[in-house]
T-cell receptor, first 111, second 114 residues
């Protein structure tokens, strides 16, 4: 069963704007990760946030985690055309040994 | 270069003809996994392996087999492929620790079963 659900399913914004994607999950987790996938290619790990962390930054990426609401958000600031991709959240459930992926958000940056 | 490789990248086959998709990683990772990706369903885990000779079912293991005889290799076997196994397949590896399962993905294998 899938653990994460991303919202929105698709998002189109102008280059330079900020993009926000949300992820909700169902059970307690060890950590939550965000991945990017360019069309038809392998996923690339972006950032990992542990269950005891609330916010994390990496370059133009900002991730928040609210374990009380079982939700996370990924903010990409000052978007670029190269950010066009699908973004997936994935969770490692407490006590589990594997990763559960959501269905993804398709982000399109309009030049 | 640290990487996960998959072969073949594209495969068209017929129902019932056994096939193997190979996966190899050069990062000495203990953990390896197979996923399939279908439109609207995201990535679903087929099988995973915590280490050599240790494999476990994921969400959608029916119709698939795996083996982990060496640390670097984790082949996916379809004994009798069916059209519903047409999908994009990804192999991934990770060095598991208690808090981090950052996974490294291969480039994918696009399988079509007719």
């Amino acid at each position: 069963s899938q653990q994460g659900e991303e919202d929105p399913q698709a998002l189109s914004i102008q280059e330079g704007e900020n993009a926000t994607m949300n992820c909700s999950y169902k059970t307690s987790i060890n950590n939550l990760q965000w991945y990017r996938q360019n069309s038809g290619r392998g996923l690339v790990h972006l950032i990992l946030i542990r269950s005891n962390e609330r916010e994390k930054h990496s370059g133009r990426l900002r991730v928040t985690l609210d374990t009380s609401k079982k939700s996370s958000s990924l903010l990409i600031t000052a978007s670029r055309a190269a950010d066009t991709a699908s973004y997936f959240c994935a969770t490692v459930q407490t006590g589990a040994n594997n990763l559960f992926f959501g269905t993804g958000t398709r982000l399109t940056i309009i030049p | 270069e640290a990487q996960v490789t998959q072969n073949p990248r594209y495969l068209i086959t017929v129902t019932g003809k056994k096939l193997t998709v190979t996966c190899s990683q050069n990062m000495n990772h203990e953990y390896m996994s197979w996923y399939r990706q279908d439109p609207g369903l995201g990535l679903r885990q087929i099988y995973y392996s915590m280490n050599v000779e240790v494999t476990d079912k994921g969400d959608v293991p029916e119709g698939y087999k795996v083996s982990r005889k060496e640390k670097r290799n984790f082949p996916l076997i379809l004994e009798s492929p069916s059209p519903n196994q047409t999908s994009l397949y990804f192999c991934a590896s990770a060095r598991p620790s208690a808090l981090s399962y950052e996974q490294y993905f291969g480039p994918g294998t696009r399988l079509t079963v007719t």
